[in-house]
């Protein structure tokens, strides 16, 4: 059985990132967070401003800042149950695609949901984990995890349904703020719908071949 390299390599970048902001601090978010359209003052530093806004590379470059070590653990954790098992199904190529079109898509949602409203970055790679998720769950459904600190074993499309629903209403009540809910909706959504897609069960259909 083959290695899944490139769930290794995103787990290498992922760290030697954060690596990264512990030693540069905040100035990577400036450029490479993700932030609402339009420029915003966020301090003076004397006669200059510090202006952020939005940038296209950035729908790419948040998925590799972490808030802390506790985000960057739990993302890295989801990469390692998930990604192995979505890559050996999907192949390194249509795997890597995947991930990036999940990190995409929830940034894209996440910048639908935050438009208008005050200048906050958004990181990490949550949105493409959730997709890995959405894939494990339409593909290996009945698969059981054993979850810590729970006694017993979760089905992946339960923990699927369960997260989901989670974000979905956090998002909706706007609780537990400073958490990219619709970015966890948007990997999901993206995810779905790209594993759907390749299974050949949306209307453009292409030759299914993505079964498990």
């Not at 438009?115 to 459904?141: D, E, F, I, K, R």
């Not at 809910?181 to 990997?187: I, T, Y």
């Not at 993206?190 to 209307?203: D, I, M, N, S, T």
């Amino acid at each position: 059985m083959n290695a899944p390299l490139v769930t290794v390599w995103l787990v290498i970048v992922n760290t030697v990132v954060w690596a990264a902001q512990a030693f540069l601090g905040d100035r990577p978010l400036l450029r490479y967070a993700l932030w609402p359209p339009g420029e915003h003052v966020l301090a003076m530093l004397g006669e200059r401003s510090i202006v952020v806004g939005f940038a296209p590379h950035q729908l790419v470059s948040y998925g590799f800042l972490h808030a802390d070590a506790v985000h960057l653990a739990f993302n890295l954790i989801g990469l390692v149950v998930f990604g192995p098992l979505i890559e050996r199904c999907m192949g390194a190529g249509h795997f890597l695609f995947y991930y990036f079109f999940c990190l995409v898509a929830a940034g894209l949602l996440q910048l639908m949901n935050v438009a208008g409203g005050p200048p906050a970055p958004t990181l990490g790679a949550s949105g493409a984990v959730y997709g890995l998720l959405a894939a494990a769950a339409l593909l290996y459904p009945q698969r059981r995890l054993l979850l810590f600190p729970l006694p017993f074993e979760v089905r992946v499309r339960t923990l699927a349904l369960v997260l989901g629903g989670l974000a979905l209403a956090h998002g909706v009540l706007g609780s537990q703020a400073g958490v990219a809910h619709f970015a966890h909706l948007g990997g999901m959504l993206g995810g779905f719908l790209l594993v759907q897609y390749w299974r050949g069960l949306l209307p453009l259909k292409p030759r299914r071949w993505l079964e498990p």
